[in-house]
């Protein structure tokens, strides 16, 4: 059994085949599905998406760093409200993206930081949304860090040191389709890092792993890597799944 820590399953691309997407899903052994939030605009799919798999799907929340704008405070408002739910399973997906826009750093910055904050209230891990960021991301950790802080560093691409420092705050590494690249570069690494370290994502429909790179992703693509992290470790599938598994019930409490 596997489950997919980070799939956005509710969005349009899956509108015209949702269902036969998470039937190829559950016959390929990918059981639950961890949905990350976006902004205010999605919350009612995410929310229906619960109703039809209340047994297989976990819902996070939160305001991604490419939608940060001028719609800050609502949006951040939006994201309280919904907290105050208890219906969610992380605070997701937060952080920095300065690869889209570099000019709202500040805003990003200011709802990174906030937004952790509330998930130490309610005592929920974050996941990390980082894209040329590394620097400005820890720099908050920093700030924030303590026997709250915990989550997963969603769609891992750093270097072994950024590995080393995302672990120490407390943060698993999700590790999707760019493990299976061949610039990838994490493979070359990843085998230092503990498998307790690591969850398995796909970010469907995006970051579709080899071969079907460029088209769109979806969770049953998961066992793509999850072969391909197995071939690194030089360790069976079995134990892969196994093992992250039982990480990301770990982490989001499922």
């Known amino acids: 059994m596997f489950i997919d820590s980070h799939t956005h399953l509710y969005v349009q691309e899956f509108a015209d085949d949702r269902a036969e997407v998470i039937a190829r899903a559950q016959a390929a052994g990918v059981s639950q599905f961890l949905l990350p939030a976006i902004d205010s605009e ?6 229906q998406l619960k109703n039809d798999y209340p047994n297989n799907v976990h819902l996070m929340m939160g305001l991604h760093p490419t939608h940060v704008g001028a719609q800050l405070e609502k949006e951040l408002a939006h994201v309280k409200a919904q907290l105050e739910t208890d219906a969610f399973v992380a ?23 906030v937004q952790i904050r ?6 929920l891990p974050i996941v990390i949304h980082c894209r040329e960021a ?14 709250d802080l915990r989550g997963v560093f969603h769609c ?45 994502e796909t970010d469907a429909p995006y970051l579709a792993p080899a071969p079907y790179r460029g ?11 999850a072969a391909r992290v197995a071939e690194i470790y030089g360790k069976k599938i079995e134990e892969i799944a196994q093992i992250t598994t039982q990480n990301s019930k770990s982490i989001f409490g499922i």
């Open 42 to 47: 999605t919350t009612e799919a995410m929310y």
């Open 91 to 113: 605070v997701g997906e937060i952080g920095i993206d300065l690869y889209w826009d570099k000019t709202t750093l500040v805003k990003q910055q200011e709802a990174f930081r």
């Open 118 to 123: 509330w998930a130490k209230e309610k005592n």
């Open 134 to 147: 590394f620097d400005e991301i820890f720099e908050i950790l920093e700030e924030e860090k303590g026997q």
């Open 156 to 200: 891992f691409t750093g270097n072994f040191e950024q590995a080393q420092h995302a672990i120490k705050f407390g943060m698993k590494l999700g590790i999707g389709g760019v493990v299976t690249f061949k610039n990838g570069k994490i493979d070359q690494f990843l085998d230092q890092i503990d498998l307790k370290h690591i969850v398995l």
């Open 215 to 225: 088209k769109r992703n979806e969770s049953a693509y998961l066992l793509q890597v």
